[in-house]
Each structure stands twice: as C-alpha cells, then as structure tokens.
C-alpha cells in the first residue's frame, strides 16, 4: 500500500509525537512502502517554518522529513479532479478546506490512502481511501 501524508501527520512525524505516527512510519519504512507528500502540504509546512520562532532549527527538521517521503507535484490532472471534487462537495453541501480539496484530489488521482489527523474531514470525500495513525495505526477509518 502506498500512503499520502497530509499536513497534520507530516506535522507529527516531525515532531515525532503522538508516539504512534512515529511508530507507524517506521513500520511503513521498514516495509519498504511508500510515503508521500504533496506539493500543496509542503507549502503549509514551509509556511509553518516561516512563522515559527527557530526557523534554522525548524529547516533542518523540515528537511530531515523530507529525506524519508517522495514530493507529488500538484499535476493538471490533479486540478481537473480537485475542481469536480470541490464542486461535488459544494453541490452537497459538505465542503471541505481548499487545500484539503486539492489534497485529497491527488491521493484520488494517484489512487494512494490518504493519512491525516482530520479523518472526519476527509471522510466526506467519496472513495477515498483514508488512515489516521495518531489513534489506532494502520487501520482504516471512514
């Protein structure tokens, strides 16, 4: 199985807590599985250092991450996907956040499970596939 990481469990992975993300990712690496991050997240963590009041350190941490997931440009395909499942959303009244769109469009696309912290979010998404690892890892929840 391949996995797509949204922002929130970027974020955990990098902080290494809650314990069970770190855990997780560590059994996903061992099994040599793939993890990824969109183009779209990683504007949200750079964003994140930016902010934050130990840029350098927050760098090196943000790099560091980077070294153990593969980068999934935001594609023209991915813009067509996100703009039918933004209007879907919309037209039944259960819009989601416009990264969040753009995300789940590529996990969609490239046919990868989405993991986040915001499950309930994603879940309104139809035929994503979607993990949380902060509660029980590896298992689904919709």
């Known amino acids: 199985m391949n996995y797509l990481l949204d922002t929130s469990i970027a974020l ?11 855990r997780r990712i560590q059994v996903v ?14 504007h949200e963590l750079w964003y994140g ?3 934050s009041a130990t840029v350098a350190e927050n760098t090196a941490r943000l790099r560091a991450f980077l070294s ?8 023209q395909e991915d813009a067509a996907a996100a703009g039918r499942l933004r209007q879907h ?3 039944s009244g259960q819009p989601i956040g416009p990264y969040d769109v753009l995300i789940a469009a590529v996990a969609l696309q490239r046919q990868l499970t989405l993991v986040t912290a915001n499950a309930r ?4 998404v139809p035929d994503l596939a979607v993990e949380d690892w902060t509660n029980t890892p590896g298992h689904p929840r919709r």
């Open 29 to 42: 690496a061992a099994d040599q599985e793939r993890m990824a991050l969109t183009t779209i997240a990683l």
């Open 49 to 51: 250092v930016a902010r």
């Open 68 to 75: 153990g997931v593969d980068v999934l440009d935001f594609e």
């Open 89 to 91: 959303l919309a037209g």
């Open 121 to 124: 979010e994603f879940s309104r």
């Open 12 to 22: 955990a992975a990098i902080r290494g807590r809650p314990d069970a993300v770190r």
